[in-house]
């Protein structure tokens, strides 16, 4: 993510004090490379989403159904285990294509649309940007997302629900991939179908990404000033996982 920076190229006051220029890049690489960074994060933690949906489905089973509901994962680890030796590496990838769609076409936008947005509410020549304006762009920007993506995150967690035997959990849909499930929806709900559960990601989405980015850029921003950490991939790690820190915490509050 860049550090707002106007259309001519100018840079916040002091943010990078003599120590040359910061780092640029053009709208239309940020914006591939919003997409394209989380989506191949997602080949690593799409095993963990699988096994958090089946704990899921195992949770409701048991609210709906008490005792008579089976407890197939006792928890997490036991979870992933389980799939692993009875469906392997393919079934704790389950839904990776969506998942991958999910987190580019989200992303695009999110983290995509953070940079032109403060660039239309804040002008990098006043100085730096106010939290409360970054907190405005990182929201509606994560709105953006959140619609994006609602079509593949249905699909997603639906594939990942698809279980045979004993380990099947819940209602299984019988999708033989992402087009079949798309069509399905489709034909059965029609384009609401595809979008249902939309406002509550966006609400969800609104939190998160306005802490998430707006403390990201504050963090940067502050190391870079006060303690003239160099703008390098060790930087946006640290101010990616302060920031994540923050995301969660917004949202369980």
């Known amino acids: 993510m860049a550090v707002n920076l106007g259309a001519q190229g100018i840079s916040i006051p002091g943010l990078y004090p003599g120590r040359g220029k910061p780092r640029k890049i053009g709208q239309a690489e940020s914006f591939i490379m919003s997409a394209l960074a989380p989506s191949g994060a997602v080949v690593f933690t799409n095993p963990f989403d699988t096994a958090k949906v089946r704990m899921q489905l195992q949770g409701q089973s048991q609210r709906k159904y008490g005792a008579q509901a089976p407890i197939l994962y006792k928890n997490s680890a036991d979870a992933i285990r389980k799939i692993y030796v009875n469906e392997g590496i393919r079934g704790l990838q389950k839904g990776l294509t969506p998942a991958i769609l999910r987190e580019g076409s989200k992303n695009f ?3 995509g649309m953070y940079d032109p947005i403060m660039n239309m509410i804040h002008d990098p020549k006043d100085g730096r940007a106010p939290g409360w304006k970054r907190v405005i762009a990182g929201s509606l920007s994560g709105m953006m997302g959140a619609v994006s993506c609602n079509p593949f995150e249905l699909v997603k967690t639906r594939l ?8 099947a959990v819940g ?39 306005g802490a ?5 850029s504050l963090m940067k921003e502050y190391l870079t000033t006060e303690f003239h950490w160099e703008d390098d991939i060790w930087l946006d790690m640290v101010c990616g996982l302060g920031s994540g820190v923050v995301s969660w915490y917004s949202s369980l509050t």
Do not use: C, E, P, W
Request: aromatic share 14%; net charge positive; no cysteine.
């Open 212 to 216: 998430n980015l707006s403390s990201f």
């Open 171 to 209: 209602h299984q849909y019988g999708y033989t991939g992402v087009t079949s499930a798309l069509v399905s929806i489709y034909k059965q709900d029609g384009l609401s179908g595809l979008y249902r559960g939309s406002f509550l990601s966006m609400g969800r989405s609104f939190v998160g990404s």
């Open 160 to 167: 990942q629900s698809a279980a045979a035997g004993k380990l």
């Open 109 to 111: 936008f999110r983290i």
